[in-house]
């Protein structure tokens, strides 16, 4: 199964989404929206930036020794 976006209503009645895995885990979540469709472009804001981020390590390299 390849990973996904649940939209879901949380308990204040406000969109958010999780992204989850092929496993069912859930990898990422968002922000509350108060639209479904604000909460369908905060996906889609997710998805273009995900595809061209880097890794930014800022851990210490001396404490993984």
């Known amino acids: 199964m390849a990973a996904k976006f649940e939209i879901y209503e949380d308990g204040k009645g ?22 479904k469709a604000g909460v369908i472009n905060g996906v889609d804001a997710v998805k273009r930036a995900a595809a ?14």
Do not use: C, H, P, Q
Not at 14 to 35: M, P
């Open 14 to 35: 406000e969109f958010r989404f999780r992204l989850k895995a092929g496993n069912g885990e859930i990898v990422a979540t968002g922000e509350s929206y108060k639209s």
């Open 52 to 65: 061209e981020a880097e890794i930014d390590d800022k851990t210490d390299e001396k404490a993984k020794a």
